[in-house]
Nanobody, 121 residues
Framework: QVQLVESGGGLVQAGGSLRLSCAAS????????MGWYCQAPGKQREMVAG???????NYADSVKGRFTISRDNAKNTVYLQMNSLKPEDTAAYYC???????????????WGRGTQVTVSS
């Protein structure tokens, strides 16, 4: 009933930039926090950046000053601007949103299927 679809991943050279987008759709009544997580091969999924419905943001230390998260509440979309990319940023990036639907009575976490970001040295 709720889908999160990421786009914008790809292959980029070190120092380059990418912009990820994630659009949420379906029977959405309200969205609270939205965020981006990454998972490299053999590693656990970890938080990259998060943003509240009011616009408050938080970042992993490794991306502070390089990545910027933003959202368009009218479009139920969250973005991640990734600048000064490093090879160690290579991972699958997943969108997350905390949503309550028109049918459900509780808030739940939803995840996208991920988009691959590969940074070459």
């Amino acid at each position: 009933q709720v889908q999160l679809v990421e786009s914008g991943g790809g292959l980029v050279q070190a120092g380059g930039s990418l912009r990820l987008s994630c659009a949420a759709s379906g029977s959405i009544f309200s969205i609270n926090t939205m965020g981006w997580y990454c998972q490299a091969p053999g590693k656990q999924r970890e938080m990259v950046a998060g943003i509240s419905s009011g616009g408050s943001t938080n970042y992993a230390d490794s991306v502070k000053g390089r990545f910027t998260i933003s959202r368009d509440n009218a479009k139920n979309t969250v973005y991640l601007q990734m600048n000064s990319l490093k090879p160690e940023d290579t991972a699958a990036y997943y969108c997350n949103a905390y949503i309550i639907t028109y049918y459900g009575g509780t808030w739940s976490d939803y995840w996208g299927r991920g988009t691959q970001v590969t940074v070459s040295s």
